[in-house]
């Protein structure tokens, strides 16, 4: 049973000390002397930690449960809650600690957690403590130089693991120009590497994007003879081209049918998308829910409808219907077909796809994306779009716009 302030008040001390749970590892601890302490109890790493909270009544139950709320989102994202406060300790007290590179490193990240992605942020810190807070987390971040930088990606690029590398020498960046910011750093020594690591080989995730194959394609996720949930996903992801994490994730209450719209969170950025429902796409969802619009999720798994289908999912059906998803698609290739259809073959402004894409592309006014900009054009291209999937799918013709219908599209900037 959870604690109430009414409990806490009566238990009186005994000769051994107290412990009084409330759930998720919080609980309160009754001295001998009569003392009350919050203490929260969880594992990371294997390991069985205690956080101390603070002392009741001057921390109340709903602040200790706030507390320990934080401490289980710091724990989501790869913090340990006790080192962070015994970091966030040290700065404050402007010890010999307070300007080293993991000590200004982990409040970065804490001050740019909330607004990323859960798994964006496991990523991240899972990274620096992996990769770089082993060989520059204790030194001073002023003394570090270009060179002691060099030397830990090179360690990260020796196993073969050149990407990552260059993610953690964007990442030490980014801590440098904080501590700049706050200062306790002069300059940034990154740039000083450019050209220091061999580039990243850009590899492309395969994709169907020939017309008359694409319409192949589409004829055979019609005859897909697996579940229903599956199916309307298979056959919905060439309709909204979203990622594939994304449109499993789906929820009903983020879905408005009679106004053709989706809107729901990008998963990299967390700003709000649109996503205008052509007529066929709505058609589709209307069909599917009977079967799951009683729940949250648009695709519920197959075994816990609580739970998105499996991230797997889209990837097998296709390898189920004889696709090769290592060299000719994948459930993130619709978005590539759609980029290169939309742009190459019907004529469609860059600008106007890379919105429904939710790239952040950085327009003339420096505004990064606008989840209503082109709204209205998005939406006339998104019903073009199924209706020319449609055609396709009948009879893998290639429609030819005329020249005064690509006119029609191009994008009218404002005054």
Known sequence: ????????????????????????????????????????????????????IGQYPQISLKQARERRD????????????AEHKKAAKTAAAGGAGAGSFETVAREWFSKMQPGWAPSHADRI???????????????????????????????????????????????CSQVFRY??????????????????????????????????????????????????VVKTALQLSPLVFVRPGELR??????VDLDGGEWRYHVTKTRSEHVVPL?????????????????????????RDRRKPMSEAAINAALRRMGYDTRTEMTGHGFRAMARTILHEGLGFPPEVIEHQLAHRVPDALGAAYNRTK??????????????????????????????????????????
């Open 1 to 52: 049973m959870p604690l109430t302030d009414a409990a806490i008040r009566k238990v009186r001390p005994a000769e051994k000390p107290q412990k009084l749970f409330d759930g998720g590892g919080l609980h309160l601890v009754v001295t001998p002397a009569g003392g009350k302490l919050w203490r929260l109890k969880y594992r990371i790493g294997g390991r069985e930690r205690l956080l101390s």
């Open 70 to 81: 934080e401490a289980r989102a710091m724990l989501a994202a790869g913090v340990d809650p």
């Open 125 to 171: 810190i899972r990274r620096l403590e992996r990769d770089i807070f082993p060989w520059l987390g204790s030194k001073q971040i002023a003394s570090v130089a270009a060179p002691d930088v060099l030397a830990v990606v090179r360690k990260i690029e020796d196993r073969g693991r050149l990407e990552t590398a260059h993610r953690a020498l964007q990442n």
């Open 179 to 228: 501590a700049i910011a706050t200062g306790r750093a002069d300059r940034d020594p990154v740039p000083d590497l450019r050209g220091a690591l061999p580039a990243v080989r850009e590899t492309h995730m395969p994709a169907i994007t020939d017309p008359q194959e694409v319409g192949a394609l589409l004829r055979v996720i019609d005859g897909f003879t697996g579940t229903l």
């Open 249 to 254: 994730t789906a929820k009903w209450s983020e």
């Open 278 to 302: 052509a007529r066929q796409a709505v058609e589709l969802l209307r069909g599917l829910h009977p079967l799951t619009g009683g729940g949250e999720l648009v695709f519920p798994g197959l």
């Open 374 to 415: 082109f709204l209205h054009q998005r939406k006339e291209m998104m019903q073009q779009w199924a209706d020319y999937l449609d055609e396709l799918r009948r009879s893998a013709k290639v429609i030819q716009f005329s020249a005064e219908q690509k006119v029609s599209r191009r994008v009218k900037q404002p005054a």
